[in-house]
């Protein structure tokens, strides 16, 4: 069964930061498309970062540019977000999304999410 | 930036037809992807690439996409269709090119 696991989210304070983690079960996460989806407290959805499946390509949105790293661990068959010098505006929920293997990233696997609150 | 816009909320009858609307600059160009999200889960993709179900969902689920607005369509609307919808595109002339839409509320009546 193709699953993704997210994990590390937490309340941190404005200026801290954090580490994502999402754990794929059920396929080969370095040859699929992978994306961080964040949803804030009763808004849509955001794309905040995009890696390529080979790795060489990673977009970010406006929003994170600057602040927040997307990468991955083939060992591990794991997607990571390092995420600092965050802000009370980047209190969502935070989806891994695998981008299914059409050319135009249709997600089509999606974690249950972890939440991130900053606050002081 | 690639801008994708959709209506707040849609209702419809049980039985009755829904239609949920993706407005953006020659959106048929592109390939619109919907994603349907209930309360409390996370979204679940029912449409790809304009009008492809992935397996598993009912084929009472369509989609269109002509103009500057692509189209999800929900026929013989049922109870459990009420959720937030979503499109999204892939717009390579974007520094960040994977762009969602607002979201559109179904309430089954």
């Known amino acids: 069964e193709v699953q993704l696991v997210e994990s590390g989210g937490g309340l941190v304070e404005p200026g801290g930061s954090l580490r994502l ?7 080969t996460l370095n040859t699929y498309e992978m994306n961080w989806v964040r949803q804030a407290p009763g ?37 990571f977000l390092q995420m600092n010098r965050l802000r009370v505006e980047d209190t969502a929920l935070y989806y891994c999304t695998r981008g299914s293997r059409g050319p135009y990233n249709a997600q089509d696997c999606w974690g249950q999410g972890t939440l991130v609150t900053v606050s002081s | 930036s690639y801008v994708l816009t959709q209506a707040p909320s849609v209702s419809v009858a049980p039985g009755q037809t829904a239609r949920i609307s993706c407005g953006g ?10 994603y349907q999200q209930k309360p409390g889960q996370a979204p679940v993709l029912v449409l790809h690439d304009d009008s492809d179900r992935p397996s598993g969902i ?4 369509s989609g269109s996409n002509s103009g500057n607005t692509a189209t999800l369509t929900i026929n013989r609307v049922e109870a459990g269709d009420e959720a937030d919808y979503y499109c999204q595109v892939w717009d390579s002339s974007s520094l960040h090119p994977v762009i969602f839409g607002g979201g559109t509320k179904l309430t089954v009546l």
């Open chain 2, 25 to 34: 600059t020659d959106i048929e160009t592109k390939s619109v992807h919907w």
């Open chain 1, 43 to 79: 808004k849509g959805l955001e794309s905040i970062a995009y890696i390529s499946a080979t790795g060489n390509t990673k977009y970010y949105a406006d929003s994170v540019k600057g602040r927040f790293t997307i990468s991955r661990d083939t060992a591990k068959n794991s997607l």
């Open chain 1, 21 to 27: 983690s999402c754990a794929a079960s059920g396929f």
């Open chain 2, 58 to 61: 009912p084929d009472r689920f």
